[in-house]
């Protein structure tokens, strides 16, 4: 078992860690940002990463406190799913309700994940880090194909 402290070195080291791979990465090597994350021009709108004990997950979230604009963010991905999924083999999970662990907070999430890691097992990192370039890049291209369009239905 770790400590609260070790658990914080942990994490620091991991995100540390996955900064050089990302650094690296033919794809991501020459990018001024490697990742959009928050920064999707949308309010309430964010791609993430997540990693636990049990899975690491990518993730495209919905978090806006308006819960109609929530909703209605989610129903306009619905209708370009086939956009969305492009690229992933299993189709993503599609969870209209999720209450986020760290705060409590209702969102509505889109998200793909590989299972059977922890966040523990430093041999298991480079998978984790394999995982989220790859998921993480067609996830970015296949919203940004979009993003217009929800940013335009989101207005009215």
Not at 58 to 74: D, G, H, M, P, Q
Not at 102 to 109: I, L, W
Not at 124 to 140: A, C, G, S, T, V
Request: proline share 2%; net charge neutral; aromatic share 14%.
């Amino acid at each position: 078992m770790y400590s609260k402290d070790e658990i914080k070195k942990l994490r620091l080291t991991f995100w540390e860690l996955f900064g050089k791979r990302c650094e690296v990465h033919p794809e991501l090597q020459f990018r001024k940002r490697k990742w959009v994350l928050h920064r999707t021009k949308i309010k309430g709108v964010a791609l993430r990463f997540d990693v636990s004990r049990e899975d690491a997950k990518v993730i495209l979230e919905l978090s806006n406190r308006s819960e109609n604009l929530r909703f209605k963010a989610y129903e306009f991905l619905e209708r370009y799913k086939v956009l969305i999924e492009e690229g992933f083999e299993q189709g993503l999970i599609w969870e209209f309700f999720h209450e986020r662990e760290d705060s409590g907070k209702e969102v509505c999430r889109i998200f793909t994940r590989l299972p059977n890691v922890d966040f523990h097992r430093q041999n298991q990192w480079p998978d984790i880090f394999n995982f989220y370039i790859d998921n993480m890049l067609q996830l970015e291209n296949n919203f940004m194909s979009i993003r217009d369009l929800l940013q335009e239905e989101l207005k009215n």
